[in-house]
């Protein structure tokens, strides 16, 4: 069965400093791989996804993602946080057909001055 | 092009009364899916829906809970008689087919006194 684990439950950055949130799943065949942003009272968009071809995988607002098939990893990263991007970060794994997506619990970013 | 809709935002309902959650796919979507987000929990699938047609159910409870796709109008989510555990958010994702991403809509709150 396919999981996700996203072991930060919190993490706190201070305006400016890089970001990396730790992704790490579970899954038999390559998966597909996303990650979505969630603010408060809001719905769920996605930041980027990985389906095949380069494992760096650029996405909106300064985001990327690097896929590590050999410790089954998908972490999200971002040079320079932005009072802006505190938010929930959910990681999520999807089966090559059905698009069933298997959510992690998520890591709230906050971001300080 | 309107993103996916989701009606009502905020649905308060006592126990034992139903719930009815609407949900329609972006234009030129004709796959669903409905996920439930309890309090600090990542997202849980439920049902995968195609149009007049139900694929998966496998994260739907058993009892009280059902879902359509009609041919016209949008996708319901019905839940049955109620219960405080029914306390969550409630989201619906389109996308044009199973092999593409998911697109989510900002969820309904249903809060049950």
Redesign the interface.
């Known amino acids: 069965a396919q999981s ?1 684990t996203q072991p930060d439950i919190h993490i706190t950055v201070s305006e400016g400093a890089s970001l990396e949130l730790r992704c790490n799943y579970s899954y038999g065949a390559t998966p597909y791989l ?1 990650w ?1 942003v969630q603010s408060p ?6 930041l980027l ?1 990985y389906f095949s071809g380069d494992t760096l995988v650029q996405g909106i607002k300064g985001f990327e993602a690097e896929f590590k098939r050999s410790q089954s990893s998908f972490n999200l990263r971002k040079p320079s946080v932005h009072w802006s991007d505190a938010a929930e970060y ?1 990681c ?1 794994v999807g089966a ?11 890591t709230r970013l906050l971001v300080s001055p | 092009n309107a993103g996916v809709m989701q009606n009502p935002r905020h649905l308060v309902r006592r126990r034992g009364q139903e719930a009815r959650l609407r949900c329609s796919p972006m234009k030129g979507h004709s796959h669903v899916y409905w996920y439930r987000q309890l309090p600090e929990e990542g997202l849980k699938f439920m049902v995968y829906l195609q149009k007049e047609n139900i694929i998966d159910e496998s994260g739907m409870p058993k009892e009280r809970f059902s879902a359509e796709f009609p041919k016209e109008g949008p996708s319901i989510l019905r839940i049955q008689q109620v219960v405080r555990g029914d306390s969550a958010a409630y989201f619906c994702a389109s996308s044009t087919d199973s092999y593409n991403e998911q697109f989510f809509g900002p969820g309904t709150r249903l809060t049950v006194l």
Do not use: D, E, N
């Not at chain 1, 090559?96 to 998520?106: C, D, E, I, M, W």
């Open positions: 996700v996303f979505y009272g809001q719905g769920l968009q996605l996804k959910f999520a090559r057909s059905f698009q069933k997506l298997v959510f992690g619990t998520g």
